[in-house]
């Protein structure tokens, strides 16, 4: 069974050749060509993306559905994976985004009532790799001292030569959104319409959907590319854009949707959202050696001083110093590292957030952006 064989691989010496003859089928391999040994689950076959880490210790299902995670494989920080099965409900988006998944130990006999299909099984059906077996310590302690880089799962029979040649000669795609943000509109009613919202999708999740029909909000979903024409056409009461995966900057067409809309309609960002919201406003954004990936990250709510514990996931951030002048305030701050974890324009009711508000596990006090959002909307309409 997979999980014997990831049990197996856990005291042997870090030997290539005795990794080899041991019964490892799978390894890691990073673009400075250091190699980790393991066993394959998930889909059978090779991928090179980009490598990070989460530190969350439950909601692995939430890693898989989330579009943000588009071109990466994650490795995992809580060493056990699998052991809760996935329920359909767990989904956040139709079709898992990203590449890998790189545990310590999967467990393919999950015991949760909820659970209808393993992770292996659902990892089959949607072509994510998977490898187990390997030290998941020593690989987040690397990206976290280097930063993220490229990587293939691959047989173990590929040279560590050959792999690395594969990692060079394949270029990630530059704008990941257009990877998984939907190509048709959608529509999400609600019985009790009070407003009607669209949402640029650049890589949405379902439960944001859930919270804005909770809140009253009948929801149309529009690609990242959509026009200003066209939504000036549905004339909405309002406007969100959504969280997504990779760098804003590569983002043009919802750049200038924002610039378009800006003062028309009450604005809110979530994530990548909120990086576009800055980046039309002028402000710039930066890569971060070490992205935000988890469900730990406390942010400071600058207007009235209170601290929540948030769930993050992005690689980019909002540089601060070019905030001024633009009209953007700060509102929100990491505790952690101080970047910017959320900004305000109260003039054109626009602002938005580096943190995800819905109600995933860890999240404290889940509506308030929906509830401003929502009171903003209110005050125009």
Known sequence: MQNDNCERGFGMERDMRSFAINGFDKKLVLENGNEYFGFGFGYEGEVVSEIVFNTAMVGYHNVLADPAYANQSVVMGYPLIGNYGVAKDNYESITPALSGLIVREYNDLPNNFNSE????????????VGICGVDTRELTRFIRDNGS?????????????????????????ENRVECVGCKYDWYYRTLENKYNIVVVDCGIKSGIVSVLNEKGC???????????EKIEFINPD??????????????????ELIKALKGKYPIAGIGLGFQLIALAYGADTYSLKVGHRGLNYPVRNLENGSIRITAQNHGYAVDAESLKGTGLTVSHENIVDKTVA?????????????????????????????DKFVEMLAEVK
């Not at 299909?117 to 994510?128: A, F, G, H, I, Q």
């Not at 880089?149 to 795609?173: M, R």
């Open 117 to 128: 299909k393993t992770l292996d099984r659902v990892m089959k059906e949607n072509k994510v």
């Open 149 to 173: 880089c490229k990587c293939i799962i691959t047989d173990v029979s590929t040279t560590k030569e050959d792999a690395v040649e594969k990692i060079n000669a394949t270029e990630l795609p």
């Open 218 to 228: 009948n929801v149309t979903v529009v690609p990242w590319n959509t026009t200003a």
């Open 238 to 255: 309002g406007v969100l854009i959504s969280s997504g995966p990779g760098n804003p900057k590569s983002v043009k067409e919802t750049v």
């Open 342 to 370: 959320g900004a305000l324009d109260k003039e054109n009711k626009v602002f938005g957030i580096q943190f995800y508000p819905d109600r995933m596990p860890g999240i404290e006090e889940p509506d308030y952006f929906f």
